[in-house]
């Protein structure tokens, strides 16, 4: 019955390697987000895909790279990890855009790399 | 640039006490705010929202006050209890239409209920 789900939910990595983070949602929406939260809890939008299309690119580097291969689900592949990604990502979704203040969360994967 | 803020990092109150989280933006062209609940080791939850053009809304224990006039924002929750202990933050949309826009987080404040 989870609403949106991420996998892992920790995941610790050296410098250098590429991971995925996978993130789905069962509630229907057509808006998905990843946010970047750091060590002072600070939360930061990196992508948005609406309806499979990428609508927010928030200068993030482009090691990250969103792939959404259908609208229930928005997966985050990271390449070259460095020591600075070390933080929580949360995928959220909500339905419809603009006032997308409803956005639901997932429970975060906490990534560390060392 | 422009940002939403958190006045204190920190607020301890006494479980029963009334709390209230105040939050400032600069965007004068935010039109909708939204509080949002983040317990340890989960997700940010939605507590409340309020547009523009209201002044007040309320829920179960919460409300939200909005002034525009000094682009301030506060969240009050009534008789606090212990599962209140989370960190809140408030978030604006900076448009009101077209687009999938994320929200723009301020920095969040961490609530302790006291026994």
């Known amino acids: 019955d989870t609403a949106v789900s991420q996998t892992p939910k920790y995941l610790v990595t050296q410098m250098g390697n590429d991971k995925s983070i996978k993130c789905e949602q069962n509630l229907g929406h057509d808006t998905m987000y990843w946010y970047k939260q750091d060590s002072k809890k600070f939360l930061k939008i990196m992508f948005s895909y609406n309806n499979k299309e990428l609508i927010i690119n928030e200068t993030v580097p482009n090691r990250f790279s969103p792939k959404s291969p259908d609208k229930a689900h928005l997966n985050l592949h990271i390449n070259s990890l460095e020591l600075g990604d070390s933080a929580v990502y949360f995928c959220a979704s909500s339905q419809g855009a603009g006032l997308a203040g409803w956005q639901y969360f997932g429970p975060g994967t906490r990534l560390t790399v060392t | ?115």
């Open chain 2, 1 to 115: 640039g422009e940002s939403v803020g958190l006045h204190l990092p920190t607020l301890s109150v006494q479980e029963g006490d009334n709390s209230i989280i105040n939050c400032a933006y600069s965007n004068s062209a935010s039109d909708y705010f939204i509080w949002y609940k983040q317990e340890s080791g989960k997700g940010p939850q939605f507590i409340i929202d309020i547009r523009s053009n209201m002044d007040k809304r309320q829920g179960q224990r919460v409300t939200v006050l909005l002034n525009k006039t000094v682009k301030h924002l506060s969240l009050q929750i009534a008789a606090t209890q212990p599962g209140d202990s989370a960190v809140y933050f408030c978030a604006d949309l900076p448009s009101s239409g077209g687009g999938a826009d994320g929200l723009t987080f301020g920095k969040g404040t961490h609530l302790i209920i006291q026994p």
